[in-house]
């Protein structure tokens, strides 16, 4: 048994620490990850149905976890997307994990936060390729859906506002907290490897921070893809040029989050770098100015990998079944 100036000592530990950890992270331009924080745990549930839930979708098969699989890092693992009728999507799929940090959503920043976000893929014809009418139609079609929606929002018509709602709800608990990196910027300083902790001295005087920093790593700003090199690609996506009309805002896009980056290959908007080795070279000639030795990009990637937090975990969802009103998927044609 703990003496009483045994526990004292143990607490004056604790707080040692903590205050420790504290000041290291205040220190450094990457914070830790927070667990999620406030949510509606009611909208969170339902959101995570509709998440599943393929019948969102023209052809009753594609969910938003088709290219946002929580499975593989929040993301699909593919170059680009494949959408209805199996169209190859214009751009490499982002991850869901840790968006609600993002400074708006999409590569090209048209959608101001993750409501906003969840409506499009729905009724993109080359995603989803719905309707928000179709949606809502077949929604309401369930009897199970409408009891839930009443129940969490208070109102007896299913809306897209709601629906939008709700998803983004569950995706504000998609974050991974605890990664190794994490532990270490609270103050475990056994938490890195060496390896580690020279990649992220290098990562850090190299100059990657400038735009990858913050609790995700990222996400927080647009930056113009090849600042000193010019960027090659095929892909034809503008970025923000897109979006603005504005000359200057071409081939600017969304910084990515660096968080669980091991997972979530290949790289880059137009999913060009099939591994991170590959990633870390491209990004420090074409953004720095810098070739990184072999045994430094090995160094920054050790580091990367060690920004893989704990991922996201519950019970699937069990779906409502559907009735002989609801309108039929139509996957082919």
């Given at each position: 048994?703990?003496?009483?100036?045994?526990?004292?000592?143990?607490?004056?530990?604790?707080?040692?620490?903590?205050?420790?950890?504290?000041?290291?992270?205040?220190?450094?331009?990457?914070?830790?990850?927070?667990?999620?924080?406030?949510?509606?745990?009611?909208?969170?549930?339902?959101?995570?149905?509709?998440?599943?839930?393929?019948?969102?979708?023209?052809?009753?098969?594609?969910?938003?976890?088709?290219?946002?699989?929580?499975?593989?890092?929040?993301?699909?693992?593919?170059?680009?997307?494949?959408?209805?009728?199996?169209?190859?999507?214009?751009?490499?799929?982002?991850?869901?994990?840790?968006?609600?940090?993002?400074?708006?959503?999409?590569?090209?920043?048209?959608?101001?936060?993750?409501?906003?976000?969840?409506?499009?893929?729905?009724?993109?014809?080359?995603?989803?390729?719905?309707?928000?009418?179709?949606?809502?139609?077949?929604?309401?079609?369930?009897?199970?859906?409408?009891?839930?929606?009443?129940?969490?929002?208070?109102?007896?018509?299913?809306?897209?506002?709601?629906?939008?709602?709700?998803?983004?709800?569950?995706?504000?608990?998609?974050?991974?907290?605890?990664?190794?990196?994490?532990?270490?910027?609270?103050?475990?300083?056994?938490?890195?490897?060496?390896?580690?902790?020279?990649?992220?001295?290098?990562?850090?005087?190299?100059?990657?921070?400038?735009?990858?920093?913050?609790?995700?790593?990222?996400?927080?700003?647009?930056?113009?893809?090849?600042?000193?090199?010019?960027?090659?690609?095929?892909?034809?996506?503008?970025?923000?040029?897109?979006?603005?009309?504005?000359?200057?805002d071409r081939f600017k896009f969304k910084v990515p989050t660096l968080r669980n980056v091991e997972m979530t290959y290949p790289y880059f908007h137009d999913g060009a770098a099939q591994t991170l080795t590959e990633a870390v070279d491209i990004m420090g000639r074409l953004q720095l100015g810098k070739k990184f030795t072999a045994?430094?990009?090995?160094?920054?990637?050790?580091?990367?990998?060690?920004?893989?937090?704990?991922?996201?975990?519950?019970?699937?969802?069990?779906?409502?079944?559907?009735?002989?009103?609801?309108?039929?998927?139509?996957?082919?044609?």
């Amino acid at each position: 048994m703990k003496t009483k100036a045994t526990f004292v000592r143990s607490l004056l530990a604790v707080a040692v620490t903590g205050v420790f950890g504290s000041a290291l992270a205040a220190d450094e331009p990457i914070q830790p990850i927070r667990p999620v924080q406030q949510v509606n745990l009611a909208q969170v549930e339902l959101g995570k149905k509709l998440y599943f839930d393929p019948r969102l979708s023209k052809s009753g098969f594609i969910s938003c976890n088709s290219c946002h699989n929580l499975s593989t890092g929040g993301t699909d693992n593919l170059k680009t997307s494949i959408g209805h009728n199996w169209q190859q999507g214009p751009i490499n799929a982002p991850t869901v994990l840790n968006s609600s940090l993002n400074v708006a959503q999409f590569w090209d920043g048209r959608a101001v936060d993750l409501k906003a976000q969840a409506g499009g893929p729905i009724a993109n014809p080359g995603e989803m390729a719905a309707s928000h009418t179709l949606a809502v139609e077949v929604l309401s079609s369930i009897p199970e859906y409408v009891i839930e929606f009443k129940q969490v929002f208070g109102q007896d018509k299913v809306t897209i506002d709601e629906v939008t709602q709700a998803i983004a709800e569950f995706e504000k608990t998609l974050v991974t907290p605890n990664s190794r990196f994490d532990k270490w910027l609270l103050g475990d300083k056994d938490a890195l490897t060496a390896t580690e902790l020279a990649g992220y001295n290098l990562f850090k005087t190299s100059g990657c921070v400038a735009c990858h920093n913050g609790s995700a790593v990222g996400g927080n700003s647009f930056q113009k893809m090849g600042v000193v090199t010019p960027y090659k690609t095929t892909n034809t996506a503008e970025g923000m040029a897109g979006v603005t009309g504005k000359d200057a805002d071409r081939f600017k896009f969304k910084v990515p989050t660096l968080r669980n980056v091991e997972m979530t290959y290949p790289y880059f908007h137009d999913g060009a770098a099939q591994t991170l080795t590959e990633a870390v070279d491209i990004m420090g000639r074409l953004q720095l100015g810098k070739k990184f030795t072999a045994e430094e990009n090995a160094k920054i990637v050790a580091f990367l990998k060690a920004l893989t937090g704990d991922q996201p975990s519950f019970l699937m969802p069990i779906l409502p079944p559907s009735t002989d009103k609801t309108p039929p998927p139509k996957p082919f044609g």
